[in-house]
């Protein structure tokens, strides 16, 4: 098998990738592979066989195979897939995941990458045996706005943070189908904030309080939430809010704010044509973004970008490392516990501390 890189990190082939799934992360992942000049699309491994082939159809795959999960091991067992992008339901994930890394390919997976904490252990002890990178999809982390905000409240621009709060409001409201299978508000949507926020503080909480409503009977249905609040409690004082919601009627509502003891930064809600029009009776903005798909679309290209450096050489360290994919697990699982139990929960040495 040729080498992927050069000694002036330069790619000297295309990074060969078998994407799995071709669900709401997967139709974003596949374009994104398609329109990556180093990368490669081999293999589609989906159950619908006709959904594929309409990609393969609409984008002129001509090179790419499709199979279902049953042939997954035809996949792994070809020489030129270098990496698999996992985008199956969340129940297939452990399974995908370890398979591939005995295979010798790396992986990027979207979250979570197990069911369980101790699995999610497992796949990363599996990547060390076999020196391959596992990649958990935190694709928030490599938005500009974020990203930019987050360089310049850790490199002291505000001083001393105090405060964060973070607001994410789902729009449209994710079909029921979807929802039997996403692990949860907490797991689904509140871990990628969780994430943000360690992120910029550089800490884990020592405490969470959650607090939830259920306004829509088919999700109370599924015995989850459909809006909540979370606070966190960090070592160095760090006060942290997160507000999230199902469904904002206005559109996908994502605002991010960091106040310190010399300043804030502020990320608001972003429109696809950012003009403003102002008139008679005032101002009027454009609508903001419809959904997660087109507000975080240069994150999910950046996130792949990152991971393709990373397994070709041109970068040594993988952004997301295991303990930041297990801490963000056991705490929106402490945030989740904290809702049903209605009391705060301690977190002490990266687990819950329940009384």
Known sequence: MDRIMAENNVC????????????????IHIQNIISNYRTALKWIIEEDLDKAN?????YFLGDTRVVSSENMSQVLDDNSVDAVLVCTPTHTHEQIVRASLKAGKSVFCEKPIATTIESTQSCYDDAETYNKTLYCAFNRR????????????????????????M???????????????SGGIFHDCGVHDIDVICWIVGESPESVYSQGHTFDKN??????????????????????SIFLSRLAAYGYDQRLEVFGSEGMLMSNNMSPKEVVFHGPVGAVDEPIHPSFAQRYDQSYKQ???????????????????????????????????SCRLGKPIAIA???MVLE
């Not at 309409?54 to 609409?58: E, L, N, S, V």
């Not at 809006?227 to 942290?240: E, Y």
């Not at 990152?306 to 490392?321: N, Q």
């Open 303 to 337: 996130e792949l970008d990152h991971f393709i450096d990373v397994i070709t050489g041109v970068v040594s360290t993988c952004e997301i490392s295991r303990r930041d994919t297990v801490q963000a697990s056991v705490i929106a699982e402490a945030c989740e516990q």
């Open 12 to 27: 000297e082939k295309q990074v060969g990738i078998a994407l799995f799934g071709l669900g709401r992360a997967g139709q």
């Open 54 to 58: 309409k990609y393969i159809k609409k």
């Open 167 to 181: 607001i994410s409001r789902d729009a449209p409201k994710p079909p029921i189908e979807y929802l039997k299978i």
């Open 349 to 351: 040495e990266g687990k």
């Open 219 to 240: 999700i109370a249905a599924l015995d989850d939430y459909d809006s909540i609040s979370i606070t966190m409690k960090f070592p160095s004082g760090v006060l942290a």
């Open 142 to 165: 490599f938005d500009p706005a974020v990203r930019n905000i987050s360089k310049r409240a850790r490199a002291g621009e505000i001083g001393q943070i105090q405060q964060i709060k």
